[in-house]
């Protein structure tokens, strides 16, 4: 049993407390005064309950004593307790040794890393089990300073911390009673390492995932993101591929080198290949004497991103290839091969697969780009993202443009929720944008986004229809056949393409006023 005594820090209460005891026949076990609470803890064997209140009611009694009550454990004892529990369930080894080298204590994760069981370690030499450091030798020494080393142990590597254990006497002489060993295996470090980027990427934590599907988007990505194969990225228009990319870039070992995109669909095959691979010497007229450097080389131990490969030439597809096996190429109009090491994530928004079968798009590199692949979802698949999206950009826009932020009303959420978002984020973003720059009041409302009319069949409609069903009609035949008229430039191809008659096409071209100098084909 055990009592905490509130009392007075008087002389001679604490030898009060024991001839109490004495006088009941009960034996101490263990007894301490705790200057921060000013209690006297007393411990002593279980007794029978009369006994027990008997001596309660003669401490109370002793002068300075104001209250006594029973506690579970002397402050010691709790502090022990602590200390056990907290060496039991650390995932990282930690060993004692005394001034000598030989083992005090060890807890259950040194156990595991060196292999043997408690009693086989306690008392023996550290020396025996961890080779690469002479404990010995370090705790003779004249100066005993902290050490980090690469030692081994059970045919394993550990990074090993090796602190002293000082301690004060009265006289205040400090002397050296031991140590304390840390061991962190390889694996425990990388585990580390990798937690450490997970809650510091800034990238990740900022892109809003409230949907389960993108939370696992972000979740594989973060995998894929410590890797170094190719990476696949498809999605629609502005579902945010190249936000993922970047994510992926910061999280990675390469995140201090550059980060260089370039988009497949903007510019013409020549100078996609000289942007990307750079050209030699006088390539071309008036060229630098000294040639340029590609994104790949500027980009060298970074990540290089493609946006929209799926718009690439059979050309440079061809080069890319190469690329990919061995990181070499050429430059345009250059015989010298250059190596780098390059990461290389790709984006699109086309299948890739269907355009495979189609022959569009080389099969080999779609399967040397498809090792790591993440697909977006759309905006309308994951609804519980669109109002933290839409309440994000309110929030942005307002502090870039120096407005108190407004509402978004109860009208205007319902909407956005369950509008389709053709553009997705990108749309979302650019319409909360119009919204705060125009607004005059502190709530956004449905009106206030002026979102087109569309629908999944059919696409965007307008607005404010008017006229017969006949006119709409006749509306959408004569843009259709605007359209079409360029690729089949006679009344007998459109003819044979839509299914209808030589006579038939011929008329409604006559009606709509389509010909060869209305259109120029």
Known sequence: MRLQIACEDRMGLAKEVLNNLVEYDIDLKGIEFDKNSRCLYVAFPQIEFESFQRVMVAIRRIEGVTDVKTTNSLPYEREHNELVTLLRILPDGVISIDNRGNILTANQASLVDLGRSEDEVIGQPLQSLLKGFNFVKWLEGKEVLAQTLKLTGNNEEFVTDVLPINVTDE????????????????????????????????????ILANSTSMRRVIREAKKMSQLDAPILIQGETGTGKELIARACHDASDRSEHSFLALSCASLPDNVAESELFGYGPN??????????????????????????????????????????????????????????DVRVICATQKDLANMVQEG???????????VLSIQIPPLRDRKQDILPLAQHFVQRFSNELGKPAPTISKNCSDYIQNYPWPGNTRQIENAIYRAISLLDTDIVEKETLELPTYTNEFGYLEKEFEGTLDQAVKRFEAGLLR???????????????????????????????????SIKV
């Open 171 to 206: 006289e205040g002489i400090v002397q050296l009673v031991g140590a304390v060993v840390n061991l962190k295996s390889h694996t425990r470090l990388g585990q580390q390492i990798n937690a450490f980027r997970d809650d510091n990427n800034e990238s990740f934590v900022n």
């Open 283 to 340: 390539a071309y007229p008036g060229a630098d004497e000294v040639g340029k450097r590609g994104i790949f080389e500027q980009a060298a131990g970074g990540t290089v991103f493609l946006d929209e490969v799926g718009e690439m030439s059979t050309e440079l597809q061809t080069k890319l290839i190469r690329f990919l096996q061995n990181g070499t190429f050429r430059r345009v109009a250059d015989e010298n091969e250059v190596h780098v």
């Open 360 to 370: 569009l798009f080389r099969e080999d590199l779609y399967y040397r780009l498809n």
């Open 483 to 517: 359209k079409l008229y360029p690729a089949y430039p006679s009344s007998r191809l459109l003819a044979k393409k839509l299914g209808l008659s030589h006579t038939a096409i011929a008329n409604k071209l006559r009606e709509y006023d389509i010909n060869k100098k």
